[in-house]
Protein backbone atom coordinates (compact mmCIF):
# COMPACT_ATOMS: atom_id res chain seq x y z
CA UNK A 1 0.00 0.00 0.00
CA UNK A 2 2.63 2.25 1.26
CA UNK A 3 4.39 2.06 -2.47
CA UNK A 4 1.68 2.68 -4.42
CA UNK A 5 0.90 6.06 -2.51
CA UNK A 6 4.43 6.89 -3.35
CA UNK A 7 4.02 5.94 -6.67
CA UNK A 8 0.59 7.69 -6.54
CA UNK A 9 2.59 10.83 -5.29
CA UNK A 10 5.31 10.93 -8.06
CA UNK A 11 2.67 11.06 -11.02
CA UNK A 12 -0.34 13.04 -9.46
CA UNK A 13 -1.53 15.22 -11.94
CA UNK A 14 -2.44 18.43 -10.79
CA UNK A 15 -6.09 19.21 -10.65
CA UNK A 16 -7.02 22.31 -11.98
CA UNK A 17 -9.12 24.08 -9.59
CA UNK A 18 -8.65 27.11 -7.55
CA UNK A 19 -6.13 26.91 -3.91
CA UNK A 20 -4.51 24.04 -5.08
CA UNK A 21 -1.33 22.68 -4.56
CA UNK A 22 0.84 19.62 -4.63
CA UNK A 23 4.47 19.82 -2.82
CA UNK A 24 7.26 16.61 -3.66
CA UNK A 25 10.12 16.41 -1.18
CA UNK A 26 12.03 13.17 -1.52
CA UNK A 27 15.32 12.36 -0.97
CA UNK A 28 17.51 9.70 -2.15
CA UNK A 29 20.11 8.86 0.87
CA UNK A 30 22.94 5.76 1.44
CA UNK A 31 26.22 5.35 2.96
CA UNK A 32 29.03 2.34 1.89
CA UNK A 33 31.87 0.67 4.32
CA UNK A 34 34.43 -1.93 3.86
CA UNK A 35 34.82 -4.80 6.59
CA UNK A 36 36.42 -7.76 7.29
CA UNK A 37 32.88 -9.58 6.43
CA UNK A 38 32.56 -7.47 3.38
CA UNK A 39 31.04 -4.44 2.23
CA UNK A 40 28.22 -2.81 4.01
CA UNK A 41 26.09 -0.68 1.86
CA UNK A 42 22.60 0.91 3.18
CA UNK A 43 19.93 2.69 1.34
CA UNK A 44 17.47 5.22 2.85
CA UNK A 45 14.56 7.00 0.95
CA UNK A 46 12.26 9.59 2.87
CA UNK A 47 9.47 11.45 1.62
CA UNK A 48 7.21 14.26 2.34
CA UNK A 49 4.74 14.66 0.16
CA UNK A 50 1.70 16.90 0.30
CA UNK A 51 -1.63 17.44 -1.75
CA UNK A 52 -4.10 20.56 -0.74
CA UNK A 53 -7.08 21.83 -1.86
CA UNK A 54 -8.14 24.60 0.46
CA UNK A 55 -8.08 23.77 3.87
CA UNK A 56 -8.53 20.24 3.29
CA UNK A 57 -4.75 18.01 3.22
CA UNK A 58 -3.57 14.89 2.34
CA UNK A 59 0.20 14.19 3.23
CA UNK A 60 2.13 11.31 2.79
CA UNK A 61 5.11 10.57 4.89
CA UNK A 62 8.16 7.87 3.87
CA UNK A 63 10.98 6.64 5.41
CA UNK A 64 12.26 3.28 4.17
CA UNK A 65 16.02 1.92 4.96
CA UNK A 66 17.26 -1.15 3.24
CA UNK A 67 21.18 -2.71 4.44
CA UNK A 68 22.80 -5.07 3.22
CA UNK A 69 26.34 -6.84 4.67
CA UNK A 70 26.48 -8.26 2.08
CA UNK A 71 23.22 -10.17 2.33
CA UNK A 72 19.91 -7.94 3.62
CA UNK A 73 20.46 -6.91 7.07
CA UNK A 74 17.68 -4.06 7.47
CA UNK A 75 14.27 -3.32 5.62
CA UNK A 76 13.10 -0.70 8.34
CA UNK A 77 9.64 1.14 6.57
CA UNK A 78 7.65 3.55 8.96
CA UNK A 79 4.91 5.56 6.31
CA UNK A 80 1.94 7.18 7.37
CA UNK A 81 -1.25 9.09 5.46
CA UNK A 82 -2.06 11.96 7.22
CA UNK A 83 -5.96 13.96 6.30
CA UNK A 84 -6.22 17.08 7.86
CA UNK A 85 -7.99 20.20 7.97
CA UNK A 86 -5.35 22.87 7.82
CA UNK A 87 -5.64 26.80 9.15
CA UNK A 88 -3.00 29.28 9.42
CA UNK A 89 -1.91 28.43 12.89
CA UNK A 90 -3.48 25.50 13.76
CA UNK A 91 -4.81 22.09 11.91
CA UNK A 92 -6.52 18.84 12.89
CA UNK A 93 -5.87 15.64 11.43
CA UNK A 94 -6.80 11.69 11.03
CA UNK A 95 -3.74 9.47 10.78
CA UNK A 96 -2.90 6.23 9.55
CA UNK A 97 1.00 4.66 9.66
CA UNK A 98 2.65 1.25 9.04
CA UNK A 99 5.32 0.16 10.19
CA UNK A 100 7.16 -2.99 8.97
CA UNK A 101 10.87 -4.36 10.25
CA UNK A 102 12.88 -7.52 9.67
CA UNK A 103 15.71 -6.59 12.37
CA UNK A 104 13.04 -6.65 15.04
CA UNK A 105 11.02 -9.21 13.19
CA UNK A 106 7.96 -6.89 13.04
CA UNK A 107 5.33 -8.06 10.28
CA UNK A 108 3.07 -5.23 10.49
CA UNK A 109 2.75 -2.40 12.73
CA UNK A 110 -0.88 -0.41 12.38
CA UNK A 111 -1.68 2.72 14.22
CA UNK A 112 -4.39 4.76 13.69
CA UNK A 113 -5.12 7.96 15.27
CA UNK A 114 -6.57 11.48 15.82
CA UNK A 115 -5.22 14.87 16.58
CA UNK A 116 -4.33 18.31 16.53
CA UNK A 117 -0.89 21.04 16.26
CA UNK A 118 -0.21 24.84 16.31
CA UNK A 119 2.38 26.28 14.22
CA UNK A 120 3.97 29.38 13.53
CA UNK A 121 6.23 31.22 10.56
CA UNK A 122 8.78 33.38 10.95
CA UNK A 123 10.73 35.01 8.64
CA UNK A 124 13.52 32.63 8.04
CA UNK A 125 11.02 29.17 9.05
CA UNK A 126 8.77 27.36 10.81
CA UNK A 127 7.76 25.80 13.99
CA UNK A 128 5.00 23.09 14.45
CA UNK A 129 4.02 21.57 17.78
CA UNK A 130 1.22 18.68 17.53
CA UNK A 131 -0.27 15.60 19.64
CA UNK A 132 -2.28 13.01 19.05
CA UNK A 133 -3.80 9.95 20.52
CA UNK A 134 -3.11 6.75 19.04
CA UNK A 135 -4.18 3.09 19.09
CA UNK A 136 -1.55 0.96 17.80
CA UNK A 137 -1.56 -2.94 16.49
CA UNK A 138 1.72 -4.76 16.36
CA UNK A 139 2.08 -8.70 14.75
CA UNK A 140 5.44 -9.89 15.81
CA UNK A 141 7.14 -12.68 13.39
CA UNK A 142 8.18 -15.17 16.72
CA UNK A 143 6.49 -12.82 19.66
CA UNK A 144 2.75 -12.77 20.66
CA UNK A 145 0.89 -9.74 19.20
CA UNK A 146 0.84 -6.48 21.30
CA UNK A 147 -2.22 -4.23 21.32
CA UNK A 148 -2.28 -0.76 23.02
CA UNK A 149 -2.70 3.13 23.26
CA UNK A 150 -0.01 5.59 22.88
CA UNK A 151 0.25 9.15 23.16
CA UNK A 152 1.74 10.73 20.14
CA UNK A 153 3.95 14.47 20.98
CA UNK A 154 5.34 15.84 17.45
CA UNK A 155 7.96 18.62 17.06
CA UNK A 156 9.36 20.17 13.97
CA UNK A 157 11.87 22.87 12.91
CA UNK A 158 12.40 23.91 9.61
CA UNK A 159 14.94 26.84 8.77
CA UNK A 160 15.79 28.39 5.68
CA UNK A 161 18.65 30.21 4.13
CA UNK A 162 19.85 30.99 0.82
CA UNK A 163 22.39 28.27 0.54
CA UNK A 164 20.95 25.22 2.92
CA UNK A 165 18.13 24.42 4.72
CA UNK A 166 17.57 22.49 8.22
CA UNK A 167 14.64 20.06 9.11
CA UNK A 168 14.14 18.58 12.62
CA UNK A 169 11.26 16.27 13.27
CA UNK A 170 11.44 14.09 16.44
CA UNK A 171 8.11 12.11 18.05
CA UNK A 172 7.58 10.94 21.08
CA UNK A 173 5.22 8.71 21.55
CA UNK A 174 4.83 6.66 25.19
CA UNK A 175 2.11 4.12 26.23
CA UNK A 176 -1.00 5.29 27.81
CA UNK A 177 -0.07 2.68 31.03
CA UNK A 178 3.43 3.31 31.00
CA UNK A 179 6.10 6.13 29.97
CA UNK A 180 8.97 3.37 29.79
CA UNK A 181 7.30 1.86 26.79
CA UNK A 182 7.79 4.68 24.72
CA UNK A 183 8.86 4.98 21.15
CA UNK A 184 11.40 7.83 19.58
CA UNK A 185 11.27 8.63 15.92
CA UNK A 186 13.50 11.39 14.40
CA UNK A 187 15.12 12.97 11.45
CA UNK A 188 17.29 15.53 11.06
CA UNK A 189 18.24 17.15 7.44
CA UNK A 190 20.61 19.83 5.92
CA UNK A 191 20.19 20.15 2.26
CA UNK A 192 22.27 22.18 0.06
CA UNK A 193 21.44 24.69 -2.95
CA UNK A 194 17.28 24.14 -1.24
CA UNK A 195 16.08 26.83 -3.76
CA UNK A 196 17.13 24.31 -6.56
CA UNK A 197 14.79 21.06 -8.00
CA UNK A 198 18.00 19.20 -7.25
CA UNK A 199 20.07 19.57 -3.70
CA UNK A 200 22.71 17.46 -1.90
CA UNK A 201 21.60 16.44 1.12
CA UNK A 202 23.24 15.26 4.50
CA UNK A 203 20.85 13.31 6.66
CA UNK A 204 20.31 11.50 10.32
CA UNK A 205 17.68 8.89 11.42
CA UNK A 206 17.04 7.63 14.52
CA UNK A 207 14.59 4.83 15.53
CA UNK A 208 14.29 3.72 19.06
CA UNK A 209 12.02 0.94 20.93
CA UNK A 210 12.43 0.49 24.55
CA UNK A 211 10.48 -2.79 24.56
CA UNK A 212 11.92 -4.17 20.99
CA UNK A 213 15.46 -6.28 21.23
CA UNK A 214 16.91 -4.01 19.07
CA UNK A 215 16.51 -0.66 20.46
CA UNK A 216 18.32 1.76 18.33
CA UNK A 217 18.71 2.00 14.96
CA UNK A 218 20.63 5.03 13.90
CA UNK A 219 22.74 6.15 10.70
CA UNK A 220 24.00 9.32 9.03
CA UNK A 221 23.40 9.06 4.81
CA UNK A 222 24.35 11.40 2.09
CA UNK A 223 22.33 11.64 -1.21
CA UNK A 224 20.39 13.89 -3.34
CA UNK A 225 17.01 15.53 -2.22
CA UNK A 226 14.36 16.72 -5.30
CA UNK A 227 11.23 19.25 -4.92
CA UNK A 228 9.17 20.37 -6.63
CA UNK A 229 5.54 22.78 -5.74
CA UNK A 230 2.82 23.87 -8.15
CA UNK A 231 -0.07 25.69 -6.94
CA UNK A 232 -2.81 26.38 -8.90
Known amino acids: MIKFLVALFLFLPLVSSSQTTLNLNNTLSGISSQTPRGTNTLINFSGQNSYSHREVSLDLLT ?11 QDELVGSV ?24 IENDNWIGIGGGL ?16 WQRTNYTFLSDRELLRHSL ?32 GTTKV ?16 NYRSRDAFKLLQNTTLGISYKLSKTK
Open 82 to 105: NLGWRKPKWDLFTTYQYNHSLLRK
Open 154 to 185: RARVKVDRKLFSTNIEYFFQPSFQDFGDNIVF
Open 63 to 73: NWQVAWSPSLS
Open 191 to 206: TFFPEKPLGLTLQNTL
Open 119 to 134: KREFQRGKLSLSYASI
